[in-house]
T-cell receptor, first 116, second 114 residues
């Protein structure tokens, strides 16, 4: 497929467990973003990868959250010791040439995380 | 810090009518971009329209147009000839020219009455 894909589509976990969310960006896109969409809230920026540069982690809410991007392609967002307030939809997006006027971010369908 | 405000949580429009969704933003930057995204129940965010701050002309994309008031920091979306498929959440978003991360408003749920 040509779009951004995310897995799993839905994840239910127990409080205190670790979870990994995966994102496959569009082939050739150098920039990759993670956002979080909590109930009743807009999308909140979490982290941004651009090529081989150090990621912008300024949006990560706590040190329980981390992300990596291997080989400049697939990214994994890890949440350790999950809490109920982590329940949200986690959206991934990718783009070409991130700082140009034509920087359209293409979004995946998201992973809905539910922490019981 | 940049903020994006969508003060209306919900709106409803009759099919074939016109509806305007409001958005205001706050920034001290001069180089920035504004966006409207649509999110249907499938959760897939779709870019509806983009506006570069340096352009005075309002962007249009078929039935979608914006009213960009730079001095007032207002960026509203007008949907003409509303269709049932327009029913979705709509998010206003902002980014600076130097940074690529998007700042979103809380969104508005648009329903279309047949």
């Amino acid at each position: 497929g040509a779009g951004v894909s995310q897995s799993p589509s839905n994840k239910v976990t127990e409080k205190g467990k670790d979870v990994e969310l995966r994102c496959d960006p569009i082939s050739g896109h150098t920039a990759l973003y993670w956002y979080r969409q909590s109930l009743g809230q807009g999308l909140e920026f979490l982290i941004y990868f651009q090529g081989n540069s150090a990621p912008d982690k300024s949006g990560l809410p706590s040190d329980r959250f981390s992300a990596e991007r291997t080989g400049g392609s697939v990214s994994t967002l890890t949440i350790q010791r999950t809490q109920q307030e982590d329940s949200a939809v986690y959206l991934c997006a990718s783009s070409l040439a991130p700082r140009t006027a034509n920087n359209e971010q293409f979004f995946g369908p998201g992973t809905r995380l539910t922490v019981l | 810090a940049q903020t994006v405000t969508q003060s209306q949580p919900e709106m409803s429009v009759q099919e074939a009518e016109t509806v305007t969704l409001s958005c205001t933003y706050d920034t001290s930057e001069s180089d920035y971009y504004l966006f409207w995204y649509k999110q249907p129940p499938s959760r897939q965010m779709i870019l509806v329209i983009r506006q570069e701050a340096y352009k005075q002309q309002n962007a249009t994309e078929n039935r979608f147009s914006v009213n960009f008031q730079k001095a007032a920091k207002s960026f509203s979306l007008k949907i003409s000839d509303s269709q049932l498929g327009d029913a979705a959440m709509y998010f206003c978003a902002y980014r600076t020219g130097a940074n690529s991360k998007l700042t979103f408003g809380k969104g508005i749920t648009l329903s279309v009455r047949p």
